[in-house]
C-alpha cells in the first residue's frame, strides 16, 4: 500500500486532476448543509470534529431512485420497471472522518446482500482524514473506533504538521487514486513515526471499556424492561434529528411516486422516532407509545445489533449528542445499559 | 454574589418544593443541566428532592409548555373516546413560564388543551435566551467546552481560547425583537416585571424579505430551506403542533412526500406555518431546536405580523380576547381571498 506525503498545494492539484473523472465532495460552506460538489481545493473548509451531516447520504442518497416507470396508459411499456438514469460517474468524499468511515462498513453487514448498498460503496470513494484534536461530544474509542481509525475509507489522510498530510492507501482502488497525485513525494521514514506517534497522541481517554461484550452479556428482556427508559423518553420529543443525522441509523421507508405520466420508486430514509415508522394497514401500532420508540431506538443500536453482528451500531461522532434538542445524551444511556 | 440566573434558580426550587411537598402539585415542569456547554434539558420534578436538579439559565430555549398537555394527561385515568372525564378534581403541574410561553399556556387555555384549573404557573419574566449557534459563530466554531453565564456576559472557552462575549450579541433573535417579555399569567412570579420592551422595528426581518420580488424571494426560501432533513424537531417542540395525526404522518390519504424532495420539503414548512397562524407567540423554539439552523421562524413571524395587522391580534395576551382566526366578523379584511374578480386583476383590497 502507498504512503505519500503531501502538502496542501499538492493535494490542491491532486483533486483538481481527480476531478476530471470524479465528482468530489468535500465539507464546505454549503447551505445544503456540508457536504458540497467542489471544484476547487479552496472551497473546502474542514473544521475540528464531524460535519453536520453524515456520510451516509452518500451510500443512502436521499432518496434513491430504485426503478422508473410511466403511468401513461397507451405506453405499451406502462408500469413496466426501468432501471433508473446513471451518470456512471463516481465520487469521491473527501475528509471524511474516521468515525463516519467506519459507518460504512458497520452498515455494509445488515445491508451484506444490498445490491443498491453495495453499488453506493462501488461508487462512492472515500477519502479519510484523522482527527487531531477530538472533540467532547466524540467517543469514537467507546465503540470500537479510533480518531486514526482507517476503517472504511479507501486512502487516510493524516495531517501530520500544519499543512504537512501524510496519506495512506487503505484499499487497492485507494492506491489508484494515490498514483495520480504526482506533486507528491513518498512519505520518510520520520514522516511514519510522526504518524504513529500520532496514533499514541490523540487517543479519547475513557473508563468504557469492553462495551459490546459487557451489553451482549446483559439479559435481553431484563434491558427491554428497563426502568430508565420512561425517564429518558420523558423530554423527548420524538423528533428525527437524532436518526437523521446519525450514520449507523439506516432504516428506509419505500415510496412510490407519480407526476405527469412518469413514476418512480424511492428508498428514502425513515425514522423510528415516527410513529408511521410501525404502523400496521390494520391500524395496530406495536411502537405506539414514545418510549416504545426511545428504548427501540437504544436496543436496536446498542443491544439487538451487537447480538446479531458482534459491534454496536454506533460510531461515537456524537452528532445526536450534540443536536437533539433536548440534549438526550447516548454516552448516559450506555451508562445506564451496561449497569444496569 | 449570586447572579440573577442563580437567584431565580434558587427561587424555582423553593417554590416547586413548597408546592410538591403540599402536595398541590404532582408534578413540577422546569429545566435541568444539560451534559454539554450551552444546553438545558426540560425536567419534571416528582419529588421534593428531585428540587434540587432544577436550573434556570439562558439556555432554556425550548417552550416547556410543550410538555404540558401530555404532562397533565399522564395524571389523568386512562378512558376510552367518549368516556367522561372522571370526577373530582385532577392532580396538579407546577410549570415555569416566561412571556412567550405564558401566551401559549393562554392559547392552549382556549384551544382546550390545558385546564386553567390544574396548572399552577411559576411566571419568569424573560431576560432573552442565547441561541448557541450565535455563540458558536462567534467564536468561529472553535469547540467550546466550557461556558459560565454572568449577569451580563457568557465567558466561554476552549482547549485553546478564552472569550468574554455580551449576552446581548448572543441573545436569539426572537427575543431581541420580543415586546411582551413578561407573563401574562402566572400564579406565582419571580422576580421583577420589567414592562413592555420597546424594539424599533420587531418584524424588521419581514420587511426585508417581503421587500424582496417574488423571484428573489423564492431563492430566498428554497435555499434557507434547502438543508432541512424533514426530522420534525420544528413541528415537535411546537407548543400548537398537538394534532394526534399531523397531515405529514397521514398514510390514508398520503398529502406530502417523504423524502427531501424541494416540493415536500417547502410544502410541509409552508403548512405547517400556516397551522400556527394567529397562535404563534414567536417563543423561537422552532429555530433552537433545528439541527442544521433553519430559519422557520420567519414564516410564522410573517403570519404575526399580517395577524396583528388585519385582526390587531397578538397570540395568547389575554383569557378572554376570542381567537383571532375562529372568529368572523363581517369587517374582517379579505383583500386575501382569490375571488374570480380578484384574479381579473382586482388584486388586492
Known sequence: MKVLKFDRQAIGEWLSKLAEDYDIYAPGESSQGTWQLISDYSQIDIKSGVPEKPVKNFLFPQPETLLTFSTVPDDPDAFKPREPEDSGRKNVIFGVRPCDARSISLNAMPYEKDTYYKANMEKNLIIGLTCNTPCSTC?????????????????????????????????????????????????????????????????????????????????????YNAPFWKDIAERCVNCGTCTFLCPTCYCFDIQDETLHGRGRRIRCQDSCMFPLFTLHASGHNPRGDKVQRVRNRFMHKLKYF?????SVSCVGCGRCVRDCPVNIDIREVMRQMLTF | MSTLNEKITEEIRSQAERLLSSGEVAAFLGYEAGSLPMTARPFVARKPEDVSRLVWNSFCVLNLSNYLPSLLKSFEPQRRPGEPPPEGPLPKVGVIATGCWSRNIVVQIKENQVDRERVVIVGIPSRGMVSSRKVKDLVNNREILKVIEEDHNLKVSGSDFDQEINRWDVVRDNCLTCVHPDPVIYDILIGNPSGERQVSDRFEQVNDIEAKTHEERWEWFTEAFSACVRCYACRNVCPLCYCPTCFVDDSRPQWVGKSTDQTDTLLFHILRAYHCAGRCTDCGSC???????????????????????????????????????????????????????????????
Open chain 2, 287 to 349: 429555530e433552537s431546536a433545528c439541527p442544521v439552523g433553519i430559519p422557520m421562524r420567519l414564516l410564522t413571524k410573517k403570519l404575526n405580523k399580517d395577524v396583528l395587522e388585519m385582526y390587531q391580534s397578538e397570540a395568547g395576551m389575554s383569557l378572554d380576547e376570542p381567537l383571532p382566526l375562529t372568529t368572523y366578523n363581517p369587517a374582517d379584511p379579505q383583500g386575501f381571498v382569490l375571488t374570480e374578480r380578484s384574479e381579473k386583476g382586482g388584486g388586492k383590497s
Open chain 1, 306 to 310: 451487537p447480538d446479531r453482528f458482534g
Open chain 1, 139 to 223: 467517543f469514537c474509542t467507546w465503540t470500537g473506533g479510533s480518531p486514526m481509525g482507517t476503517e472504511g475509507c479507501d486512502i487516510s489522510l493524516t495531517e501530520i504538521e500544519k499543512d504537512s498530510f501524510v496519506a495512506r492507501g487503505v484499499t487497492e482502488r485507494g492506491d489508484k487514486l494515490l498514483c495520480l497525485a504526482t506533486a507528491a513525494s513518498e512519505a520518510s521514514d520520520q514522516d511514519i513515526e510522526k504518524l504513529s506517534g500520532l496514533e499514541k497522541d490523540v487517543a479519547i481517554s475513557t473508563d468504557i471499556t469492553a462495551l459490546e461484550e459487557t451489553l451482549k452479556s446483559k439479559d435481553m428482556m431484563e434491558l
